[in-house]
């Protein structure tokens, strides 16, 4: 495919997740605006996050509808206008002092949209990557979807930083935690007018010309790839809890256990997020060369090692051992992602793939991606241990291991037995 339109393509994906990941870094910021400001406030804010998350399988299997029956290109655009209007919307919300409780509730109705919107597109554009991308670089190329949406994370990360940092605790509550949403907004924007000019992926094409676009994409996935879903579905649930626990949920803990302010977090946050956009390319070019599965297994198993010794040295540990401990969760989260993008979408053929990877990988994110913030700082307020949120990734990563180890290799070139 015109490199352009893989450029576009991977880049839609830093507007995704700039705003996405930007309400999760001004959780406690969001909670003292929007709610009461008391010790449940931030328990709120996280649990508005879960709840958005939970509508991405509805928005996935809708735009993945559209993806497979109509076009990829199609779908993509429809998700981004979607979006685009969700960012404003947050961007211009009256705040709690000057609506009452009612402006939390529209902050949360607001994240459900976003959610919504969010579910289709990573789908859409990883599918699209994978399809245009040649047989021998699926893995570096599809990883861009993930490395891209590292950038709009550390965007997220660094405004959100520069903002608190800037600003005034008081100039901060009244409007200026407006700016990074406003920013998004225009980003969305221009990145919506620019994905006009996209064309379509060459898999999707051969489907229209060979007549096997299938009728129902839905029930098509649910009939010939119910293991690719469940597959599909334990490489994402580790993807997510490393990503959502191990990485964006990283300045709460540290704010909640006291370790650092809100800006020192931020600061580490940003950080970690460059880490990770170094470690994705390197981890799909590595699945190119010895394929998925090994190396999947070896993110699988340092997930399964490391994150709570890492949690409990970065509790009241200095700067640098928290940010040392930061930046290895953060790597450890971009291979997973990284790798996980294409192999779960090489789980399915053209037909009917982004119905399945709405299946399986969206439903997973939505479970263990949306949730594991809230239910990581639950248990946190209630046992004051730290590791806990570490023990978290290690429960899922010891549960999908028996799965990596047996599941077939999808890299071209490979055994596939």
């Known amino acids: 495919m015109p490199r352009a339109s893989m450029v576009i393509a991977a880049f839609s994906t830093v507007v995704e997740w700039y705003d996405f990941t930007l309400y999760l870094y001004l959780a406690t910021v969001l ?117 891209a949406s590292e950038v709009g994370a550390l965007l ?10 800037l600003l005034s605790e008081e100039a901060l509550l009244a409007w200026g935690w407006r700016l990074p949403f406003l920013f998004g907004a225009a980003l969305a924007g221009s990145v919506l007018v620019a994905r006009v000019r996209l064309g379509e992926t060459p898999e999707f094409e051969r489907q229209v010309a060979t007549g096997s676009v299938p009728r129902n994409p839905l029930v098509h996935a649910l009939r010939h790839h119910r293991g690719g879903i469940l597959r599909g579905f334990a490489i994402s649930a580790l993807g997510s809890i490393t990503y959502y626990v191990g990485i964006t949920y990283v300045p709460v803990f540290l704010t909640s256990v006291g370790a650092m302010d809100e800006a020192s977090s931020l600061i580490l946050a940003t950080v970690a997020a460059l880490a990770v956009i170094l470690v994705t390319p390197v981890a799909g070019a590595l699945s190119d060369r010895f394929g998925r599965k090994p190396v999947l297994i070896g993110f699988a198993a340092a997930s399964a090692l490391l994150p709570a010794v890492l949690f409990n040295a970065m509790a009241g540990a200095s700067f640098a051992t928290a940010m040392a401990g930061a930046v290895i969760l953060a790597a450890v989260a971009g291979g997973v992602s990284a790798v996980g ?74 055994d596939a037995g």
Do not use: K
């Not at 997220?156 to 940092?165: D, F, I, K, S």
């Not at 046992?383 to 047996?406: D, F, K």
């Open 341 to 414: 993008a294409v192999a779960t979408a090489e789980q399915f053929p053209g037909e009917g793939r982004l119905s399945g990877l709405a299946l399986g990988a969206t439903t997973a994110t939505a479970l263990f991606g949306g949730v594991s913030p809230y239910v990581a700082q639950l248990l946190l307020a209630r046992t004051g241990w730290a590791p806990v949120p570490g023990v978290l990734i290690i429960m899922v990563a010891l549960s999908v291991l028996p799965v990596l180890l047996t599941m077939p290799e999808t890299a071209p070139g490979r």
């Open 31 to 147: 909670s003292r605006v929007f709610f009461a400001g008391d010790g449940t406030s931030v328990l709120v804010t996280l649990g508005g996050f879960a709840v958005a998350y939970l509508m991405r399988p509805i928005g996935a299997l809708l735009f993945g509808h559209i993806g497979d029956r109509l076009g990829r290109r199609r779908s993509m655009l429809m998700s981004m206008t979607l979006m685009s209007g969700a960012m404003l919307a947050t961007a211009l919300l009256p705040t709690r002092a000057e609506l009452g409780p009612a402006a939390g509730a529209l902050l949360l109705a607001i994240r459900c949209v976003m959610g919504f919107s969010v579910g289709g597109e990573y789908t859409g554009v990883v599918a699209y990557l994978l399809e245009g991308a040649s047989a021998g670089r699926r893995g570096l190329v599809t990883s861009l979807a993930a490395g």
């Open 156 to 165: 997220a990360a660094g405004l959100a930083a520069l903002t608190a940092g």
